[in-house]
């Protein structure tokens, strides 16, 4: 009786180890989602660069490469809001949001205004609304766990973002602000709002017309998307 005892033992600590190993097999195989929007596009054509050159190309350009970039990481999959250009409304943009459900949504733009003097590039993540954690009490404590997350999640990217991005666009200040996007707004996601820098300022308008620089971009996002999900 006792033998059997032990066998079933053994057996169930088998059974655990087991299950616990596929867990962690099932959780290191998942891929990480990155959701890239590149604004704007088609009839929105953002800033104004030349009479040829918007915002809606620089941000294409740079999103298009950091897909050829992170196509080369395993644990990660590169989803774009548009890889052409065409005219995505804040609607759908929210919308791919929430049926893609990424583990990070990073939005890029460019930068305009504040004089001519305004340059660098700049950063915004998310505050999130208290509204954002209404329902019932469990969904409530859920999304609010889910909310610090995102906050974390968010904060962090763009920490990493700074860091990367200081080399190629360098700012006297700060270039880190709390703000909510039209996009993510109401949404549960982390999220960076990447300001590449002025198109108002003619040394930084010459950086983003120029293929080099693009590519310098798209390198130091991609290398800080692989920091944060390593
Ligand atoms: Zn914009």
Redesign the pocket.
């Given at each position: 009786m006792l033998e059997k005892k032990k066998i079933l033992l053994i057996l169930g600590i088998l059974a655990c180890f087991l299950f616990c190993t596929v867990l962690e097999l099932s959780a290191m195989g998942k891929k990480r989602i990155i959701l890239i929007d590149p604004?704007?596009g088609g009839q929105d054509k953002?800033?104004k660069l030349t009479d040829d050159v918007a915002?809606k190309d620089i941000t294409l350009a740079v999103a298009l490469l950091m897909k050829k970039e992170l196509a080369k990481e395993n644990n990660l999959e590169v989803v774009l809001t548009r890889d052409s250009d065409k005219t995505v409304d804040l609607e759908d943009r929210k919308k791919n949001i929430e049926k893609i459900k990424p583990d990070f949504f990073l939005s890029l733009?460019?930068n305009g205004g504040f004089g001519k003097n305004a340059s660098g590039f700049e950063l915004y993540y998310p505050g999130f609304s208290e509204d954002i954690v209404k329902g019932k009490k469990t969904a409530k404590d859920d999304k609010l766990l889910m909310k610090n997350k995102c906050q974390n999640d968010s904060l962090a990217m763009a920490k990493i973002v700074q860091e990367n991005l200081n080399a190629l666009f360098p700012r006297k200040g700060r270039g880190l602000r709390k703000a909510d996007s039209p996009v993510t707004d109401s949404l549960l996601v982390p999220s960076v709002v990447v300001e590449m820098s002025f198109a108002t300022n003619s040394e930084d308008k010459k950086k983003l017309l120029s293929a080099n620089t693009q590519t310098d971009v798209a390198k130091a996002l991609s290398k800080s998307v692989k920091t944060f999900f390593r």
């Open positions: 604004a704007h953002g800033i915002e733009h460019v």
